[in-house]
């Protein structure tokens, strides 16, 4: 069992930064495929980033590649994603996910487990 809590959303001006933190419990963290999914009002959740468990590969949806950089830290079981130059289309509740040993995390319903989400709200 793994439990994800995210924190860092809030309330930020268009241009601004902010960072999202996801904790992860258990000992095993190394071992999870970690991503960030968004979802807006009225919208499907959307594959936002991922970095697989070995940390070799990273991917970006088109929306955010450029302004988003997703990292883990797995000393401390924690996935990073820095947004810098938000947008209003950013904003949404963003969830993470853990996948175990996903060689791949674009598919939703490969994620084993997922937080309560954070809401990110971008003002023009």
Do not use: H
């Not at 991503?35 to 499907?44: D, L, N, S, T, V």
């Not at 990073?80 to 996910?97: F, G, I, P, R, W």
Request: include cysteine.
């Amino acid at each position: 069992q793994v439990r994800l809590v995210e924190s860092g959303g809030g309330l930020v001006q268009a241009g601004g930064s902010l960072r999202l933190s996801c904790a992860a419990s258990g000992r095993t963290f190394s071992s999870y495929t970690m991503g960030w999914f968004r979802q807006a009002p009225g919208k499907e959740r959307e594959l936002v980033s991922f970095i697989t468990w070995s940390g070799s590969s990273t991917y970006y949806s088109d929306s955010v590649k450029g302004r988003f950089t997703i990292s883990r830290d797995n000393a401390k079981n924690t996935v990073y994603l820095e947004m810098n130059n938000l947008k209003s289309m950013d904003t949404a509740v963003y969830y993470c996910a853990a996948g175990f040993r996903l060689v791949y995390g674009d598919v939703r319903t490969a994620y084993d487990y997922w937080g309560q989400g954070t809401q990110v709200t971008v003002s023009s």
